[in-house]
């Protein structure tokens, strides 16, 4: 039986205010690994019409907010899932990505929905891959184990006749409690780390920048089998 967990995403609505902060400003450009505790995975709700992202607030508005100078041209529909991080009023960080690219902006909270993420472990298992990185997750003798190759570069051919593809990875266990997933490399050496999240098909994955060679990241949104 598949066993769904809402923890994660109920976390929204008692995460603290506060801002991501850049030059003083409200600024959310995404959510990196160490902006929450956990990976929360929010849905825009079904009964919600177009909803924009608002934008970056700076010293000549007060943004985000409802304000119309505060909506932006990008806009998710119902059904859409994206990774939340620090709420600010009526607003809350989220990335949206479509496995090709990602779109970082504040979203109003009265939108989102928690999204139920899966804690069984079968269905975590398999081959999942985005753009330039893919992670494979297989049952072993003591839990599931999981690992990972990305590239930075290796679509460019001029980069690539340089030579100057950048490559990082990763293996190691993967724990898994509600609906959550923590990897650490088993190369001490490296200090990566992954925070991982199963909602709907997909699995939601934030490194922490020390996975591989310079702009080698693996942060995004991964689909099984398939980009």
């Given at each position: 039986m598949r066993r769904l967990a809402l923890f994660g995403a109920?976390?929204?609505?008692?995460?603290?205010?506060?801002?991501?902060?850049?030059?003083?400003?409200?600024?959310?450009s995404g959510v990196a690994f160490a902006d929450t505790p956990d990976l929360?995975?929010?849905?825009?709700?079904?009964?919600?019409?177009?909803?924009?992202?608002?934008?970056?607030?700076?010293?000549?508005?007060?943004?985000?907010?409802?304000?119309?100078?505060?909506?932006?041209?990008?806009?998710?529909?119902?059904?859409d899932l994206v990774v939340l991080g620090a709420r600010q009023g009526d607003f809350v960080c989220a990335e949206y990505d479509n496995g090709k690219g990602s779109r970082g902006g504040w979203l109003p909270v009265s939108a989102l929905g928690p999204a139920p993420l899966e804690?069984?472990?079968?269905?975590?298992?398999?081959?999942?891959?985005?753009?330039?990185?893919?992670?494979?997750?297989?049952?072993?003798?003591?839990?599931?184990?999981?690992?990972?190759?990305?590239?930075?570069?290796?679509?460019?051919?001029?980069r690539v006749k340089r030579?100057?593809?950048?490559?990082g990875?990763?293996?190691?266990?993967?724990?898994?409690?509600d609906g959550q997933g923590?990897?650490?490399?088993?190369?001490p050496v490296s200090g990566c780390?992954?925070?991982?999240?199963?909602?709907?098909?997909?699995?939601?994955v934030r490194d922490n920048m020390q996975c591989g060679g310079m702009n080698v990241i693996f942060s995004g949104v991964y689909r099984r089998g398939g980009e």
């Open positions: 109920m976390a929204l609505f008692a995460f603290p205010v506060a801002a991501q902060a850049q030059n003083g400003e409200n600024f959310c929360v995975i929010g849905r825009i709700k079904a009964d919600a019409p177009k909803t924009y992202f608002r934008k970056n607030g700076d010293r000549k508005n007060a943004c985000p907010s409802a304000a119309p100078q505060c909506q932006d041209k990008a806009f998710l529909v119902p059904g804690n069984d472990p079968a269905a975590w298992l398999g081959a999942w891959k985005r753009v330039e990185a893919d992670i494979t997750i297989e049952q072993a003798k003591d839990g599931l184990k999981a690992s990972g190759e990305a590239t930075y570069g290796s679509r460019n051919p001029e030579g100057a593809v950048n490559f990875s990763f293996s190691g266990p993967l724990a898994l409690k923590r990897i650490v490399d088993d190369d780390n992954l925070k991982l999240a199963r909602a709907d098909d997909f699995l939601f």
